[in-house]
Each structure stands twice: as C-alpha cells, then as structure tokens.
C-alpha cells in the first residue's frame, strides 16, 4: 500500500517530534530529582515568563508567514527577509533592558532565586524570535525534513549542555541549577539556527522572475500579512499568558488555603511540571498533523479546491479525536506506572487521571484553530480561547484557595481552558463551513478502543505472569502493548478512510 503524501510528511514530522519530546523528558527525570518540587515550580515562573516574552516577540508571525509562503514563495521570501533585519533590532534592544532589570523582574515574579535563570535566557530569547521565523518560511516551502532535524539538533544540544553541566556541578546552589537549567535553551538554538542557515539555500524555490516583477507586488500582500500576524498573535499569546497568570496566581492561592510557600511551589511544580508533561506527551501526533495540514489547506483554499479541503478537514478532525481517546484511556488505565516509571511519584497518578482528557481537548483544539486561521477565520479561536482562560482562571483563583483542593483546583483550570475553545471552534465550523460530524462512527470506535484497552489489560495481567513477569517488567510490557494495539487500531481507521 502507498501512503499518501499527507501522511508520509506526518510521521517524517511525528518521528522528529517523539524524538525531540523523548529528550525532553529524559532531561525532565534527572532535572526534576536534581532540583525537587519546589525548584521545578521555581522553573516553571521562570520559563513562564520566557515564553510569554517569546510569544510577544514572534507571536503568529511564523505561522503567517507560512501560510503567505504556501500561497506564493516569492512573497514569502521578502517578507521573511525584512522580518528578519527588524527583529534583529527589536530583539537587541529588549534582551539589553531586561539584562539591566534582572533584579526587578526576579522580584516581580515573586522570587530573588528567579534572577540567574532569567539572565541565562536571555540569549535564546534573542535568537529563537529568528530561529521560529526561519522554520515559518520553511514548513511554507514545505521543507519538512530540514525543520525536522533541527528541532532534533536543537533538543539534542539543549539536553547535552543541561546534563553536562549538572553533572559537573555536583554541589550547585538553587539559583546555579536554575541558571543552568535554562542556558540549554540559548545552546539548543544557536546550533539548530546555524544548520538551517546552512540549509536554506538549499530550499530557496527558483524562479524566473525579475526583480522588477518582485517590486510590482502590490503593498497589500504586506498590509495583509501584518493583518493575519495580528490575529495569530492574539490568540498565540493567550495561552502563554494563561500560563504566566497561573504562575503568579496558583502558588499565591495555595498559600491562602493554608500551605507553605514550599508546598504550594511543590505542588504548582508536579502538576504543571510533571503531571501534565505526560499527559501531553500523546499530542505530539496532533500537533504534528496540524504541522503538514495548516500550508496545504491554506494553498488548497487559495486556489478554491474547496472539496480537497474539506475532505482534509474532516479526515484531520477524525484522526484527532480516535487518538485522543485512545490516549486519554491509556492514561487513565496506566496513570500509576506511569507516575512511579517515570518520577517516582505515585501520588501523581491522581492528578495524571484527572488530566487524562488533555490528549483529546488539546488535539482538537490546536487543529480546529489551524483549520480556521487557514480558512481565513481568523478572530475566532482567540474569542474562544478568550472565553476558555477567563473561564479557567476563575476557577483557578477559587478551587486553589480551598483547603484541600489544590491539585483537583488546578486540573479543573486546564480542562476548562482546553474544553471551551475546542466547543466554540467545532461550533465555527459548523455553522460557517457546515461540516457535519458523525457521532454514531466516533462513539462505536471509542467503544472498540474502551474494549481494546479492558481485554488488554485484563487478560495480559493473567498470561503474562504466567509468563515470568513480575513487578515493573510485566507493567511496562502491559503498556507497550496497549499503546501499541490502540496506535494500530487508529491507523488502519485513518487509512481505510484514504481508500
């Protein structure tokens, strides 16, 4: 059988993706036992503050410019290489101003230990604002491969320097481990910057246009553009200010409910830091399908295929959903093995039980709102997220402040601000596109997928003993197979639908 291109560039972006997140977590065991609880929700702040900044500085920019590279490569060219001189300005300046009011932002945020970590992520946010614009311009051109490998370089260097410098500074103070913990950041990113810099003339698309006919494009391609980085910018910016707002306001609340300043950082850090680093962890395929979709439902609606769109839209909807459940049912079945396998936390299997939905919600909701920027519908999924976070953050400030209920206060924050945008983004694409969805079909696979899941962990807990496995062995070889029986079964659901 041959597979479609669709889903050859979406495992080539899978495979990257696992990979990358894999590193990630391998960096997460040691990081997490190394620093304890209360330095993982220190790092949390401090990489909350980063990725707000970040999000101002790029925004949708990159996403913008993938979709005007997808419609025509010329514009995309251009606009990426005047993009690229401004930011170069506007990054110097604001990386100087926040290098002389360290001290300030440190205390801000709430902790003086904050400041060496913000200092050290200084440099990668000066250069990660260029290395997303780069990758932007790229996945236009679809250039999947060489997107691929430098994300794969730049976790690859950012989990090498951290492990290194950790291992050699045995005895490094709280602020020194923070520090260093963010320094991977700048290295990752200086490595994969230089291997796409060497790969884009390579991808440059050739042309037999003049220069003349490149100065005749009309400024409204660029009025345009500004317009749509506008719009993602918006939405992209919400969801790294939910996260810094949580940040500032979680720890604060589980103090008012009667906890110490230690334990409410130790209980922000395992759920943000830890639990929902696994829960999410089954996204990568969505995430990575909305990454090959987004430039070809983009280019297919330019030039008005509008049956191949929504043939892809549907099939994309249909695949987000099957793997969300079965994930969401495999994190619920597995949360204690998992919790112990990989942190050693037992207790964190309630909190990974209550998060077990993140797969499905998050899927739909990042697909949906790539679907609508790509139909030009633009100014809905901020409205959405808009309604989710305000939703989410009260919730948060309430449920956090009752003794109690801190981890049950913060997993009813996330699904909220996941569960909102997604019903609002379906009910868009109804109304406006009206795509229709077929609940019978999706009910009768999560009942196979529920099955699946029961006769695999019922019937291996009786034969695999029998076997000779025991203990994290026979837990471990329950997973895999389960994993591997669901992932199966999505499959060949998504590729029967190809015929």
Request: net charge positive; proline share 5%; with cysteine.
């Amino acid at each position: 059988m041959t597979l479609p291109p669709m889903f050859k560039q979406m495992a080539l972006r899978t495979s990257a993706m696992v990979l990358v997140k894999l590193l990630g977590l391998l960096l997460r065991i040691p990081l997490f036992r190394y620093l304890g609880p209360e330095g993982v929700g220190l790092y949390q702040i401090a990489y909350s503050f980063y990725g707000l900044v970040l999000t101002l500085l790029t925004g949708g920019m990159p996403t913008a410019l993938t979709l005007f590279t997808a419609k025509n490569a010329r514009t995309g060219w251009r606009i990426y290489r005047d993009m690229s001189v401004l930011y170069i300005g506007v990054c110097t300046l604001l990386c100087t101003g926040f290098f002389l009011f360290t001290n300030e932002i440190a205390l801000r945020l709430g902790n003086e230990k904050l400041e060496l970590a913000i200092r050290m992520f200084l440099p990668a946010l000066w250069l990660v604002p260029l290395l997303s614009l780069l990758r932007g311009y790229l996945q236009g051109l679809e250039a999947f491969g060489a997107i691929a490998v430098s994300e794969i370089i730049e976790q690859s260097v950012r989990v090498g320097t951290i492990l290194l410098l950790l291992s050699i500074g045995t005895s490094l103070s709280m602020p020194q481990a923070l520090g260093t913990a963010a320094l991977g950041a700048s290295t990752g990113a200086v490595c994969a910057f230089a291997f796409l810099l060497v790969m884009l003339p390579l991808r440059q698309p050739r042309t037999s246009e003049s220069p003349a006919s490149e100065q005749a494009e009309p400024d409204l391609s660029l009025r345009l553009f500004t317009h749509t980085t506008l719009a993602l910018t918006a939405t992209r910016l919400i969801i790294p200010l939910m996260d810094f707002l949580e940040a500032s306001i979680v720890p604060a609340r589980l103090q008012s409910s009667g906890l110490s300043p230690g334990q409410a950082l130790a209980i922000f850090g395992e759920m943000t830091g830890m639990a929902m680093t696994i829960v999410y962890i089954p996204t990568l395929i969505t995430f990575s399908l909305t990454h090959t979709l987004s430039p070809k439902i983009a280019a297919d609606w330019q030039a008005r295929r509008l049956d191949r769109s929504f043939r892809r839209i549907g099939k994309a909807l249909n695949l987000t959903i099957l793997w969300g459940i079965s994930a969401a049912l495999f994190l619920f079945a597995f949360a204690e093995e998992l919790a112990r396998l990989l942190f050693d936390q037992a207790k964190l299997a309630a909190a990974i039980r209550l998060l077990s939905l993140c797969p499905l919600l998050a899927g739909l909701r990042e697909v949906t709102t790539s679907v609508l920027w790509a139909v030009g519908r633009k100014k809905e999924p901020m409205r959405g997220i808009l309604a989710g976070i305000a939703c989410s953050m009260t919730m948060l400030y309430v449920l956090t402040g009752i003794p109690g209920w801190g981890y049950t206060g913060i997993a009813v924050g996330v699904l909220l601000f996941e569960t909102i945008p997604v019903l609002w983004n379906l009910n868009v694409l109804r109304r406006d596109l009206r795509l229709s969805f077929s609940g019978r079909t999706l009910v009768l696979h999560a009942i196979v997928l529920l099955l699946l899941t029961c006769a695999i962990t019922l019937w291996g807990g009786r034969l695999l003993p029998a076997a000779g496995f025991s203990g994290m062995p026979l837990q471990v070889t329950l997973m895999l197979l389960t994993f591997a029986c669901s992932a199966g079964y999505v499959a060949i659901v998504a590729l029967m639908r190809q015929k």
